[in-house]
């Protein structure tokens, strides 16, 4: 065999299989970019509208050499009552779909194991996303070793871990509190805010977790977006209940340093880089309240005006991000009736649709960052060095804010008390007001002592997440380590 195709025959395979959703699509792309970066080939598996959105920051990437490949199936939207070019969760036109778009994605099982039967060597590793179950079945059936992404950190892992081994939120009422037993610091919740598995009434919606269990605890390993420093003893005691194999290799969105590569990660913003720069350029350093609460949520109307009051009521300079989609055409209502955005135009920028976030959060004028606490968010909150303003919504959220609030203490929380189900946004109690949101963004933009040592804190952080990334860095070495333990594998299975 000529040396060439030697090295091209050794050369770690990886097959990435991401979830359409911008939150875990977006980070399972930088993990490809990431790996290839490091000399393995990567193909992604996806489909069209997903590829030329989430797929299109790679296209320099690509271009300039790295090892990737997209491997692009068609993707059967209107076989399962999707809107045609629906292929994520924020593009659902009612949550009710859900099931639909996770039977969907299942079609392209067979036809990843008819592209793996014609590979020779088969691929070396599986990283696929927690939701998706039949990866698992296609890794066996291969003798690949699967490695899943959930998009969670340590901290919320171990949270979990300890309610489903103690079950304490049994037998409590919605509004009770408990105390998360086994970790090293006293978190506090309702059991109104855990996320949904701890709560749910439904069978199907247990099934499906039971199921998602099963397969998390029989793969091979977790790659964590986040990083050791992070968080402390919970990334060591999650190393322990895996057995070491737990790779923190993030923050995942530090792999881009170009405002041209940020500015399309996710989707193309709706708004010109130039013209949102040129905005913030326009504004004191660390004097901009940045509000965004992600790309799934759908926050009632009532609660955005309440946000939209409270933006305003602050005399700091705000934008504020208006996702398109949900209840829009209400929301637009009320900011043309309210003449809300002419009201604030000197000092409010309202982007409506994507809003370019690593663009907004790395800039000098950002000095506190209003978030629904999705995991992502808040570690480019933390890459940002900014404090937080937290107002969880559903899922993990609350827990990702006791660990900003409390652990971190670069946060303070607008006290929210319910977590939302998605699709049941409209029964979702009572709300948050705006003078609490007011009081919160006013905590982490004040002055006083308080407010300087969150912000000392927050920058703090944001070092510690540039070390990690670097050369002999903790995310940099668990990288090394990650590739090296599949690499370990593929010899012996070689030698064998
Ligand atoms: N995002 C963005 N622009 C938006 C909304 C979201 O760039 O207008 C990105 C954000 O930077 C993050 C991801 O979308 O990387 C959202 O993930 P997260 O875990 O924060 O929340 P989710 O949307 O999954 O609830």
Redesign the pocket.
């Known amino acids: 065999m000529a040396l060439q195709e030697s090295q091209e025959h050794n050369q770690l395979h990886f097959l990435v299989i991401p979830l359409a ?3 875990h699509y ?1 980070p399972t792309i930088d993990i490809a970019n990431l790996l290839a970066q490091n000399g393995v080939k990567v193909t992604i598996v996806t489909t069209p509208v997903n590829a030329l959105r989430f797929g299109s920051i790679l296209d320099q990437p690509i271009k300039s050499g790295l090892p990737i490949h997209f491997l692009e199936f068609p993707f059967p939207s209107m076989e399962f009552g999707l809107p045609e070019g629906c292929e994520s969760l924020d593009t659902l036109p009612s949550f009710s779909l859900i099931g639909s778009l996770l039977l969907a994605y299942n079609t392209l099982q067979e036809k990843v194991e008819r592209y793996i039967e014609t590979l020779n060597p088969k691929p070396n590793c599986i990283i696929s996303d927690t939701f998706l179950v039949w990866p698992a079945e296609t890794a066996k059936k291969f003798q690949i070793p699967r490695i899943i992404f959930d ?1 969670m950190n340590c901290f919320t892992q171990m949270c979990n871990h300890f309610l489903y081994l103690t079950k304490v939120y049994e037998n409590l009422g919605e509004s009770d509190s408990l105390v998360l037993p086994g970790l090293p610091d006293r978190i506090e919740l309702k059991r109104s805010q855990l996320p949904i598995v701890f709560n749910s009434g439904s069978k199907p919606v247990n099934d499906f977790h039971e199921r998602i269990r099963r397969s998390e605890s029989e793969a091979y390993g977790v790659i964590i977006n986040s990083f050791n420093e992070l968080e402390q003893g919970y990334a060591d005691e999650y190393q322990k209940l895996r057995e070491g194999k737990v790779w923190c290799i993030g923050p995942l ?1 530090l792999c881009y340093k170009d405002v041209s590569e940020k500015a399309i ?2 989707n193309n913003s709706s708004i010109d880089k130039n013209e949102c720069l040129k905005w913030l350029d326009s504004q004191k350093t660390g004097s901009v309240i940045y509000a ?1 609460l ?4 759908r926050v009632e109307p009532d609660q955005l005006i309440e946000l939209a009051l409270a933006l305003e009521a602050n005399r700091n300079p705000f934008i504020w ?1 208006v ?1 398109a989609g949900h209840k829009t055409q209400a929301i637009e209502k009320w900011i043309d009736e309210e003449g809300f955005e002419e009201r604030t135009k000197e000092r409010g920028l309202l982007i409506r649709g ?5 663009v907004i959060l790395s800039h000098p004028a950002i000095g506190g960052f209003l978030t ?1 606490c ?4 808040i570690l ?1 909150g933390v890459c940002g060095g900014v404090p937080m303003v937290t107002w969880p919504q559903f899922q993990e959220q609350f827990l990702n804010e006791k660990l900003v609030v409390q652990v971190l203490r670069i946060g303070v929380s607008v006290g929210a008390q319910n977590a939302v189900n998605l699709g049941e946004e409209e029964k979702a109690g009572v709300g948050v007001k705006r003078e609490e949101l007011r009081k919160a963004v006013e905590m982490v933009m004040e002055d006083g002592e308080e407010g300087e040592e969150r912000r000392k804190r927050a920058k703090e952080v944001s070092k510690m997440a540039n070390k990690a990334i670097e050369e002999g860095g903790s995310s940099h070495w668990n990288m090394r380590r990650l590739i090296e333990d599949i690499g370990h594998q593929a010899t012996t299975r070689r030698l064998n």
């Open positions: 959703s911008p939150g977006i998009g969105s990660r996710g965004c992600g790309s799934v949520s991000v996702r994507w809003a370019p976030q690593l629904h999705g995991w992502n968010s480019e």
